[in-house]
């Protein structure tokens, strides 16, 4: 069965640098979607993206974040500088536009 | 935007005893309500979701509630088993067009004890 892949599994950072997040959606979906889960707490939306832009975003995913599907088979989230507060894992999702949306096993990011 | 409350935030039962959770959203015009499931360290997964359509629907142990009119849908599993111990989080769609996203409750931690 296809799944959501995810690399890299746990990237440390030091505050203020950048961090690629990059993912793999099922092959035959058309939708993508990050969300991050800080320790404990619940999942959390930040961005979908549908043919090859933004369709929704939530009031986390500001100007420090970005995404980009760069071929026909990555999708990838930036942080372009990171707060201590990014440190979460950070859950990409696919879908084929109906229900159901499949999660990939997460990147958990560690800010220091 | 939509809003899910989810509770208990945590659950202890005995084995094969039913465990129930409940949700509930703001947003009328949603149709669709997910369920995850999530171990510790592991993906969310789906386990079972429920259309507005329906008022019921069940799959093996697992079934799902759903009450339009209140705005309250509930996860029931029966017949719980050790392997139920886990996280499980009820979702409802962020908007109304194919594909939103989902907004998700707290989560329920449910400790099933042998």
């Known amino acids: 069965e296809p799944e959501v892949t995810q690399t890299p599994s746990h990237q440390v950072t030091q505050m203020g640098q950048e961090v690629i997040l990059r993912c793999v959606p099922i092959?035959?979906?058309?939708?993508f979607y990050w969300y991050r889960q800080i320790l404990g707490q619940k999942v959390e939306f930040l961005v979908s993206?549908?043919?090859?832009?933004?369709?929704?975003k939530s009031e986390i995913f500001d100007d420090q974040f970005s995404v980009e599907r760069p071929d026909g088979s990555n999708f990838t989230l930036k942080i372009r500088s990171t707060k201590l507060e990014d440190s979460a894992m950070y859950f990409c999702?696919?879908?084929?536009?109906?229900?159901?949306?499949?999660f990939g096993p997460g990147t958990r990011l560690t800010v220091l | 935007g939509e809003n899910v409350e989810q509770h208990p935030s945590t659950l202890s039962v005995q084995e094969g005893d039913s465990a129930v959770i409940k949700c509930t959203y703001s947003?009328?015009?949603?149709?669709?309500f997910p369920w995850y499931k999530q171990e510790l360290g592991k993906r969310p997964q789906l386990i079972i979701d429920?259309?507005?359509?329906?008022g019921e629907k069940k799959d093996q142990r697992i079934a799902v509630t759903l009450n339009k009119t209140a705005k309250h849908f509930s996860l029931h599993i029966t017949e719980t088993q050790p392997e139920d111990s886990a996280v499980y989080f009820c979702?409802?769609?962020?908007?109304?067009?194919?594909?939103?996203?989902?907004?998700f409750g707290k989560g329920t931690t449910l400790s099933v004890s042998s």
């Open positions: 947003d009328s015009a949603s149709n669709y």
């Open positions: 979702a409802a769609p962020k908007g109304d067009q194919a594909g939103t996203a989902l907004i």
């Open positions: 999702a696919s879908s084929a536009g109906g229900p159901g949306q499949f």
């Open positions: 993206f549908y043919n090859n832009e933004i369709s929704e």
């Open positions: 429920i259309r507005s359509n329906v």
């Open positions: 092959s035959n979906h058309l939708y």
